[in-house]
Every structure is written in C-alpha cells, then in structure tokens.
C-alpha cells in the first residue's frame, strides 16, 4: 500500500482535484502491474487506477486473467473496479481509505458498495480487506464534508 502511495503521488501530487489514486497488482510476490486514475487526461470514464492496472497486468502476463493475483488500491473499488477485477480472476483485493473515509463523489451507487458486488459474484474465492494505511489515502482525497462543486463530481 505504501508503494501505492508513491505511485499515486509521485504521479498525480497531493492534490484532490487531481484524482491521486493508484492500483498496483501483485502475484506471487512480485508486482505485474500498476496504475493510476486517467479519466481526465484520457476523455475516458473507464480508465480508474485499478481498471489501469487490470489492463497493464493482462499485457504483462499475456493472458486477460490473472488468477490468484492481489490488487491494491489506495482508494476502495468502485462496482466497475471490483466487476472489472472479478473477470481478470483476481483473488484477494486490498484497499486504503474506504468508502466512509472520503467524499461521496468517488462512488456510483448510493447503496450497493464493494462488499456486495463480491457477495454476489459466481467466484466464491474473492476476499477483502480494508483500512490499510487509510488515513494517509483519505488523506489524498475529498473528505465525506468537503464542500465539493457539484460539476467536479464525476457521478452527478
Ligand atoms: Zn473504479
């Protein structure tokens, strides 16, 4: 997580409005892939950190899935990330700050969140695990009461 820190900083700076965050996607000890948010530089919605990486890993392995890998994000996976890493036969996602951490603008549904996306899935070997060095992630975004104009709210 830390690594995914750096990256999304190192990337994108410090500062929210510039989306920092960074997936960085592990299997068997090493890293095969990682990305950051593009929707902005690249006019594409579905170009999230994680969606990113998905997309570096299949290339790095060759293959559209990656079973048994881990992803990492510094920020928990929207549906789309979370579907998007169900296909690719990731195994275990790892997030920072969670979904109370930060500013509502970073989800799509007001209800349905990571966890129910998982339930729900026909793979049955998918966990989660959150909150890892979540203050210093939260910390990257817009907090749950910042006042946030509604036109850099990408789900309004
Ligand atoms: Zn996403």
């Not at 960085?24 to 579905?46: H, L, Y």
């Not at 195994?91 to 998982?118: K, N, P, Q």
Request: net charge negative; glycine share 8%.
């Amino acid at each position: 997580m830390r690594r995914a820190i750096d990256l999304a900083t190192q990337e994108k700076g410090t500062n929210p409005a510039n989306t920092p965050i960074a997936a960085i996607i592990v299997r068997d000890g090493k890293i095969i892939a990682s990305g950051v948010n593009r929707t902005a530089e690249n006019c594409d919605a579905t170009a999230h950190a994680e969606v990113m990486a998905l997309r570096a890993a299949g290339q790095a392995v060759g293959d559209m899935k990656i079973d048994g890998a881990t992803l990492y994000s510094t920020l928990q996976p929207c549906g789309m990330c979370t579907f998007a890493s169900i296909w690719a036969g990731v195994s275990r996602i790892v997030h920072g700050a969670g979904r109370d951490d930060v500013h509502e603008m970073y989800f799509e549904d007001r209800h349905l969140s990571t966890m129910d996306y998982i339930r729900d899935a026909y793979k049955q070997d998918l966990t989660m695990d959150g909150g890892i060095l979540a203050a210093e992630c939260a910390a990257l975004y817009f907090g749950p009461d910042d006042d946030v104009p509604e036109d850099k709210q990408a789900n309004k």
